[in-house]
């Protein structure tokens, strides 16, 4: 069974640092491209950050820029976003979510398929 | 940054009616356009990929329709379980942008 489930979230001071964890099972996790999603209390998504399979493309929403970092570890199957210098605005659940899978065409858009249950994040 | 604006903001029919969504985007996607269904408390759930591409088990009631800067959803005759928000997405390259989402009521 494909499933993806986020931990670490929790409530952090402003300024302060986390780091969230998405454990990947079911699928060929070091073939997938994979992203993190937010959504902050009663709004809309918002994309955070993408990581190509191997690491070797890395890109970020612009207010993140320079404060999260994405990183993976194929041979353990997860996936994470450290979070730095956090922020009130930053107070969302965080969404992993599976992108494309690299034996596909890079110019068809396959969505996210599959997503996690969500890491609450406050920074309060 | 390619900005998605959806129409209209919420929509209230009854079951067996017929719903239509609109998501125009900024400048063209081609047809790298997603939709994705949310219920309050769950992860968005992949309806359409490729702006006319069901996904994996998703119920033909729901169609995808569009190219470069206009796309619609359509729910043929809605149900009740098809009460949620309804967002669309697009691709350009590695960075992603969702719609403001578009609520559905039943």
């Known amino acids: 069974q494909v499933q993806l489930e986020e931990s670490g979230g929790g409530v952090v001071p402003p300024g302060k640092s986390l780091r969230l964890s998405c454990a990947v099972s079911?699928?060929?996790?070091?073939?997938?491209?994979m992203v993190w999603v937010r959504q902050a209390p009663g709004r809309g998504l918002q994309w955070v950050a993408t990581?190509?399979?191997?690491?070797?493309?890395?890109h970020y929403e612009d207010s993140v820029e320079d404060r999260f970092v994405v990183t993976r570890d194929n041979a353990k199957n997860t996936l994470f976003l450290h979070m730095n210098s956090l922020r009130p605005d930053d107070t969302a659940v965080y969404y992993c979510?599976?992108?494309?899978?690299?034996?596909?065409?890079?110019?068809?858009?396959?969505?996210?398929?599959?997503w996690g249950q969500g890491a609450t994040v406050t920074v309060s | 940054e390619i900005v998605l604006t959806q129409s209209p903001a919420t929509l209230s029919l009854s079951p067996g009616e017929r719903a239509t969504l609109s998501c125009r985007a900024s400048q063209s996607v081609r047809d790298n356009l997603a939709w994705y269904q949310q219920k309050p408390g769950h992860p968005p759930r992949l309806l359409i990929y490729?702006?006319?591409n069901r996904a994996t088990g998703i119920p033909a009631r729901f169609s995808g329709s569009g190219s470069e800067t206009d796309f619609t959803l359509t729910i043929s005759s809605l149900e009740p379980e098809d009460a949620a928000i309804y967002f669309c997405q697009q691709r350009s390259n590695w960075i992603f942008t969702f719609g403001p989402g578009t609520k559905v009521h039943i």
């Open positions: 490729e702006a006319s």
């Open positions: 990581i190509s399979h191997d690491t070797s493309q890395r």
């Open positions: 079911g699928f060929s996790f070091g073939n997938y491209e």
């Open positions: 979510a599976r992108g494309r899978d690299i034996d596909l065409p890079f110019y068809i858009f396959y969505g996210l398929d599959v």
